[in-house]
């Protein structure tokens, strides 16, 4: 698994790693690394030789919608990926639970093995996509290190979204269409596969019914040093987002905007449509959160963000307010977004940081459920007014604990109390390098 913050390069580390090839500051990077988890009170020497974190690559899913003409095709093609992936299902869990004789727990390898000359029997996959089925099959049973996974239907209100997987050669880029299994197939906004290329991808559905073809690629990255130092990030309801510099990311309705629609849709028996609100709705609020997060990458070196959780919100009469604002999704696009641009991304726990006051550090604030109403409040120990979240965005960024000399513009100010900052250290948490 990779770190979470990757710590980015400074001009002064990159400078120093440019006499190195690459593959040496790989392995001092590992080597540093581990011996940060290792010893516990490691001088801050180490600490800052693990800045030379150098994120050349990263893959991104380029995500084309097919045509419509090729939907038939496809949906014939993903029943007969379901026949392959049942007959995996069907053969491993033979093999777990044998009638008589030892137990045999089949990988990818044997499932292709003994599937070998199965392609003659389908009329539109191949091979490839026969291998590729089984191993994701593997893999993902000894993932959940279960005997068998769900079957997946091909028919009827439980029917499973259509997927189609395959291996990099069997997709051959033809002009502005691409071909695969002797099928020429056009996608919308083909000139994003220019000088793309891919190692595996598949045809999936969604909901709606629509095929697009998904295909990872590897993109490089320019690391930037970003304007501003730090920033915390307090998400809740009333905005989904606020900063500690008072930025706000104004709270989506994009469910509530449409829910009638929705209900009509629903009421007159219209499922495609209601599908379509639906997946209108997800995208907006995709699209918002995106732009978000990309402003915040743009603008900031370090990033916290408060470990708010929907799961227990989403059983109080909240739920729809909480699944609309996407808190979850922001963290991905926050994380994967820093980690692109060689910044440091932090989850902190939010754990009344409401309350406390970023001034004086006393817990002063409003309590409890009433207590959210509240969106400004006076400290009664110093006497300084706050803003609800943007007090919550500042506490949650005095308790981010970055790594030392991150970034090419460094803290002049020492964030965390060194009594805090030793004690974390001994428990080996907090560093940026150790969180997963
Ligand atoms: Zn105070």
Redesign the pocket.
């Given at each position: 698994m990779r770190n979470v913050a990757l710590p980015a390069v400074s001009r002064r580390a990159a400078m120093r790693s440019c006499a190195h090839d690459e593959s040496e500051a790989m392995t001092r990077r590992d080597t540093t690394t581990v011996r940060e988890d290792s010893e516990s009170d490691a001088p801050s020497a180490s600490a800052t030789r693990i800045n030379i974190a150098p994120v050349k690559a990263c893959t991104q899913t380029l995500r084309l919608k097919v045509k419509r003409e090729s939907y038939a095709w496809l949906n014939v093609a993903a029943m007969e990926v379901n026949t392959v992936w049942n007959w995996g299902a069907q053969v491993s869990e033979k093999a777990a639970r044998p009638c008589a004789g030892p137990r045999k727990w089949l990988t990818g390898f044997d499932l292709c093995s003994h599937s070998a000359g199965a392609s003659e029997y389908f009329q539109k996959i191949g091979a490839d996509t026969i291998q590729r089925v089984n191993c994701e099959y593997a893999q993902k049973r000894s993932t959940v290190k279960r005997v068998r996974l769900r079957w997946r239907t091909s028919r009827g209100a439980r029917r499973s979204l259509g997927w189609i997987p395959f291996k990099a050669a069997s997709l051959k880029r033809q002009g502005r269409a691409v071909r695969f299994c002797g099928k020429t197939f056009r996608v919308f906004e083909s000139e994003r596969l220019d000088g793309a290329s891919w190692k595996q991808g598949c045809f999936a559905q969604d909901a709606v019914g629509d095929w697009w073809l998904c295909l990872p690629v590897s993109v490089s990255i320019g690391e930037t040093v970003a304007p501003q130092e730090e920033v915390g990030i307090d998400l809740g309801l009333k905005d989904t987002a606020v900063t500690s510099d008072g930025d706000r990311c104004e709270r989506g309705t994009f469910y509530r905007d449409i829910e009638q629609k929705i209900a009509q849709a629903q009421c007159r028996g219209h499922k495609r449509q209601a599908k379509r609100l639906h997946r209108r709705a997800a995208n907006r609020r995709k699209d918002a959160l995106h732009k978000f997060s990309r402003q915040i990458v743009d603008r900031y070196q370090r990033i916290a963000v408060g470990d708010v959780s929907s799961l227990k919100l989403v059983k109080t009469h909240m739920a729809k307010s909480v699944l609309d604002s996407g808190w979850g999704m922001l963290r991905t696009f926050l994380q994967y977004k820093s980690q692109q641009a060689g910044r440091s991304f932090q989850i902190v726990s939010e754990r009344n940081t409401g309350r406390t006051?970023s001034?004086?550090?006393?817990v002063?604030g409003p309590q409890g459920v009433n207590g959210l109403r509240v969106r400004r409040w006076m400290?009664a120990?110093?006497?300084?007014w706050h803003d609800r979240d943007i007090n919550a965005g500042k506490n949650i960024l005095r308790r981010a604990e970055w790594p030392a000399s991150v970034c090419g513009n460094e803290s002049s100010i020492l964030r965390i109390p060194p009594r805090r900052a030793s004690r974390s250290r001994k428990a080996g948490i907090g560093t940026a390098g150790s969180r997963a």
């Open positions: 006051c001034n004086c550090n006393s002063s400290c120990p110093c006497g300084v």
